[in-house]
Structure formats: C-alpha cells, structure tokens
C-alpha cells in the first residue's frame, strides 16, 4: 500500500490536469449546426453563444418559425458537441477514475468544484 505522501502527490497530480483539461475546455469553440447547414451557432466551451449565422434564405417573410426552430436545433447539436468534448477531455485527464467522477451520481460527480461530466 502505498503511503499517504504518494497519495498526496497522485492527488495533486490529477488536480492538475483537471486544471489543464478545464483550460483547454475553456479555449475551445465548437460549431453546431441545423437545416443542412443554413444555420450554424458557435459555443465556447464555458457553453457561452459566440455566433449565429443564417443563411440568406431564411431572412425572407414567413420564416421566422422555421429560423427560430434552426437555431433552437443548431444551439443543441452545438451543445452536443461540447458535452460530448468535455467528456472527452476529462477521461483523459482523470484516465480510469473518469468513471468515479461523471455525473450527479458518481462517487465525486456531487463534489462542489470538480466538472460533471
């Protein structure tokens, strides 16, 4: 069994790459999109819009209903995206104990601080 020293360092360790994945999370900007592409809404990876594009298409009369059903749909498979990311890069930070951390039920998924996956 190793001692609590080595344990402490192993801890430590993780936190930093927590730190590092967190960081790397919060550089990236991933795109969504709906309609085959006629609507595209970019994400930071705090999950913060950073840009919408329409095509011209959809700016004439009567398409509001459609428009706002695109961005709705293009919001969520950007958003898709960025959970599916942040999964990612939390597996490879925390590597087998990724499994321990994810969600409201994991063993550290309710730690106030620690990422929900």
Partial sequence: ???FGDMMKQAQAMQQKLQD???RL???????QS???????SLTG???????????????PGEGEVLSDLIVAAHADAKRKLDAAQAKLMQEAMGPLA???GGPGGLL???????KL
């Fill in 1 to 3: 069994m190793k001692n």
């Fill in 21 to 23: 994945a967190q960081a």
């Fill in 26 to 32: 919060a550089e990236t900007v991933l795109e969504g």
């Fill in 35 to 41: 309609g085959g592409g006629l609507v595209k809404v």
């Fill in 46 to 60: 705090a999950g913060e819009m950073k840009g919408v594009v329409i095509d011209d298409s959809l700016l004439e």
């Fill in 99 to 101: 499994g321990l951390a």
């Fill in 109 to 115: 998924g309710g730690m106030p601080g620690l990422p």
